[in-house]
């Protein structure tokens, strides 16, 4: 059903919306082309970008999903990203894409201006930045000098506005920027894809995603346990592929339907051997996913779990073990996970998770904007980093109001976390 008020998508760089983006490829996600057209796309430009190596590292874990690691050995970010997918071209393209928008973020080539908000208010339309995720270490106020760039609020027929530059790009490099250091930096809502449109969806659910799982992790456990999905309701094909070849190889998951109030189906699962190794210990590995559809939203979450295992194992992050424990400690999480998560009833199904269906990416944002309309988020900035050189679409959103990941370090709690929990302690 077409939405009752269209939102116009409009670009900071054009004047004129976007011809309509077709799905021609629905296996697994949703692309305007296949994975093995999008590898082939990016190839010729891996030297450009510094990307020296795309690895298969799928052999190194019993799960079978496809997973590659990329190496960009002089990144600014993450000098290696991950992909994974139903098969390995699949895995290839996610993991390429990841680090192509990567890149983008860390050589932003966009006019700045710096100025606080009092000095720019009048002449400019700015991003409400009272509402963004802040760091604890910094006071934010309206006389703070801060760099922006600009971006396109979709919310708003694409109307220029100027958002913090600090939560668009990813140059981590030190001495960071002057003016940095009163937001909560990281790469959440960064995305690329074959069509503008289609990384602007992929950046809007990414969004949603982290929100949602904030706030079912400070829901409290009565409400977390009343989402677990009983997974014999599961009956998306490549959902069921992937959950049957986790009961072949051994591998117990764990799922919840953390969809939140802006009602974009979200997924959260956790993958755990189900005869923990005491000579190969693993612990719980959790995976998200957020969509439209329901099946795809699931199946990140199921891919992303396998995803992370393989990181761990591969070593290739030192960040991933950042606070975890030792061996021994990874053992009797696994164990404990087990234990207490299977002493758990699964009572919700996954067809009470919200299902959207559409032939074209416009569709799909519109009514992501939509949702977040109704739900009093009122600006969806999207930032074209797109390089003409290039030729990638590579947008960087961002959502005011909505809820990082809590456990970045210098997490603030926002306005939708806070009611979050005096609801859930009152």
Known sequence: MANEHPVTIQTCRSEEPEAPSAKHHRHGT????????????????????????????????????????VCRPRARSLSVSQGKGLTLAAARASGLMESVEHYHAEHITLPLKLGTVNELRFGHHLAAIDLMARHAATEL??????????????????????????????????????????FLMSSSGLASGNHRLEAVSHAVCELVERDAVTLWRLAGKAHQDSRRVDLSTVEDPGCREVLDRYERVGATVFVWEVTSDVGIAAFACTLVDREPDPYRPIGPMGGFGCHPSRGIALLRALTEAAQSRLTLITGARDDVRFGMGSLEEDLEAARRCLATQGAVP?????????????????????????????????????????????????????IPGLEPLNDIPGYVPGARARACLREAHP
């Open 30 to 69: 949703h692309r305007q082309t296949s994975p093995e057209a999008t590898v082939e796309r990016v190839r010729p430009l891996l030297p450009l970008m510094g990307i020296t190596r795309v690895a298969d590292v799928t052999g190194l874990d019993t799960l079978g999903i496809p997973v590659v690691m």
């Open 141 to 182: 106020h309206d006389n703070l000098r801060l760099f922006w760039v600009a971006g396109a609020d979709l919310a708003a027929g694409g109307t220029p506005t100027w958002v913090p530059f600090e939560l668009v790009h990813t140059d981590f490099s030190l001495p960071i920027l002057a003016g940095s250091g009163a």
């Open 346 to 398: 699964a009572r919700r199904s996954f067809l009470q998770a919200p299902d959207h269906a559409s032939d074209t990416f416009d569709e799909d944002v519109s009514w992501e904007v939509e949702q977040l309309r109704a739900r009093g988020l009122t600006q969806v900035i999207a930032v074209d980093l797109t390089r003409h050189e290039l030729g990638i679409p590579v947008v960087r959103v961002v």
